[in-house]
């Protein structure tokens, strides 16, 4: 299963700006709330718990405060 999750942007649809590592994602809750634009939203469920954030990816502007945030390294800006 491939790990990363998000997908597009608002001005180029289909082209991601950040993507989710779940794998490293604890769920600690800290991206969500450091979005500005609320473009995070818990993604399904995973055995042993944990939704790692999806980007909603009309709303991302890419200003990378989650990247940021994160204690994990969990997300990551994607080269366009
Ligand atoms: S801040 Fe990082 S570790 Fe915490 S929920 Fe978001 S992606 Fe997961
Ligand atoms: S890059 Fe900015 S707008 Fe996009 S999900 Fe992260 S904090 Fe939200």
Redesign the pocket.
């Known amino acids: 299963m491939n790990p990363r999750r998000g997908s597009g942007s608002a001005t180029r649809p289909g082209l991601a ?2 993507a989710v590592v779940a794998a490293r994602c604890t769920g600690c809750g800290a ?1 969500f709330a ?4 609320h ?2 939203r818990p993604g399904p469920g995973r055995p042993g718990g944990g939704r790692p954030p999806m ?1 909603l990816v009309d709303v ?8 940021e945030i994160c204690p994990s390294d969990a ?1 990551e800006e994607v080269d366009q």
């Open positions: 700006l950040v991206c450091t979005c500005p634009d473009a995070l980007v991302c502007t890419g200003c990378a405060e989650c990247v997300i």
